[in-house]
Nanobody
Framework: QVPLVESGGGLVQPGGSLRLSCAAS????????VGWFRQAPGQEREAISC????????WTAGSVKGRFIISRDNGQNTVFLQMNILKPEDTAQYYC????????????????WGQGTQVTVSS
């Protein structure tokens, strides 16, 4: 059993949208800031967005700013990533993890990770 479970990935055409979910399993997500990451084959893992515990502050990478929106519903124990105007360059495995939001995302050995969900943008 994994502590975080991502869902919502799939195949979408360029310009389309997907909504990813990150659901906590076995702990209360509201006590953690949560970040989204992505990694394409042969590429380094990239931090793309982060949201604080109560959702009062967010950070978004320049590569997705204006297209991706992070949010959370602590009543559902879930963090979301709304992805709009998707491009082929967005194709990657997307992960969520607990951590610390700043100019990027900081994670440590005690933080929780999901196993990822695949997003493929292709015509």
């Amino acid at each position: 059993q994994v502590p975080l479970v991502e869902s919502g990935g799939g195949l979408v055409q360029p310009g389309g949208s997907l909504r990813l979910s990150c659901a906590a399993s076995g702990f209360t997500l509201s006590t953690y800031a949560v970040g989204w990451f992505r990694q394409a084959p042969g590429q380094e893992r990239e931090a793309i967005s982060c949201i604080t515990q109560n959702g009062g502050s967010t950070w978004t990478a320049g590569s997705v700013k204006g297209r991706f929106i992070i949010s959370r519903d602590n009543g559902q124990n879930t963090v979301f990533l709304q992805m709009n105007i998707l491009k082929p360059e967005d194709t990657a495995q997307y992960y969520c993890a607990t951590g610390t939001c700043g100019f990027g995302i900081r994670t440590g050995s005690d933080d929780h990770w999901g196993q990822g969900t695949q997003v493929t943008v292709s015509s």
